[in-house]
T-cell receptor, first 116, second 114 residues
Framework: AQSVTQPDIHITVSEGASLELRCNYSYGATPYLFWYVQSPGQGLQLLLKYFSGDTLVQGIKGFEAEFKRSQSSFNLRKPSVHWSDAAEYFCAVGATTKAAGNKLTFGGGTRVLVKP | SQTIHQWPATLVQPVGSPLSLECTVEGTSNPNLYWYRQAAGRGLQLLFYSVGIGQISSEVPQNLSASRPQDRQFILSSKKLLLSDSGFYLC?????????????FGDGTRLSIL
């Protein structure tokens, strides 16, 4: 069964500094990976996705993620954080069969706090 | 474009009362539909998913049930709420075509049980 681990529960970063959120997955085949962001009291918004091809994926809001098969990782990065990036971030891996209903397995999330 | 609506946004219910949360999707046909629960400070737990009308798969044993009476309508219900049913409930949809389409989420319902 697939699983996703986000090792950092909380991260505090200063505004303007760079941000990297870690995600490690366990899956037997080529994974389909996603990053979502959740602002307080809101639903989840898709930041970016990786299916195949270029291992560096660009997303919305200036985020990017890099897929590293050898490390089973899909880390999310942003070069310069804005106060509005304070939120919770979820990494997810998708099932590879339509019969599974396109289910996603989510990591536990990383809460990002931005200091002025 | 596709949109997903959940209501109500907030709900306070006494223990033992019934529950009905509704989710509808517009702008697409035959979507996959999902109900998640997010307990305070914890990740997302998939409760139910549906690949078609009347087709419901339950992921965890619990006090809740789901129904899909129409193609783009997904309802989460309970006959008697428990304190442990408190949480943030999220509905999501994904296209049926292709594999590994991303899921798209509603704004959620905050459920408090007193």
């Amino acid at each position: 069964a697939q699983s996703v681990t986000q090792p950092d529960i909380h991260i505090t970063v200063s505004e303007g500094a760079s941000l990297e959120l870690r995600c490690n997955y366990s899956y037997g085949a080529t994974p389909y990976l996603f990053w979502y962001v959740q602002s307080p009291g809101q639903g989840l918004q898709l930041l970016l996705k990786y299916f195949s091809g270029d291992t560096l994926v660009q997303g919305i809001k200036g985020f990017e993620a890099e897929f590293k098969r050898s490390q089973s990782s899909f880390n999310l990065r942003k070069p310069s954080v804005h106060w509005s990036d304070a939120a919770e971030y979820f990494c997810a891996v998708g099932a590879t069969t339509k019969a599974a209903g396109n289910k996603l397995t989510f990591g536990g999330g990383t809460r990002v706090l931005v200091k002025p | 474009s596709q949109t997903i609506h959940q209501w109500p946004a907030t709900l306070v219910q006494p223990v033992g009362s019934p529950l009905s949360l509704e989710c509808t999707v517009e702008g697409t046909s035959n979507p996959n539909l999902y109900w998640y629960r997010q307990a305070a400070g914890r990740g997302l737990q998939l409760l139910f998913y549906s690949v078609g009308i009347g087709q419901i798969s339950s992921e965890v044993p619990q006090n809740l049930s789901a129904s899909r009476p129409q193609d783009r309508q997904f309802i989460l219900s309970s006959k008697k709420l428990l304190l442990s049913d408190s949480g943030f409930y999220l509905c999501a949809w994904s296209p049926q075509t292709g594999v590994n389409q991303p899921q798209h989420f509603g704004d959620g319902t905050r459920l408090s049980i007193l």
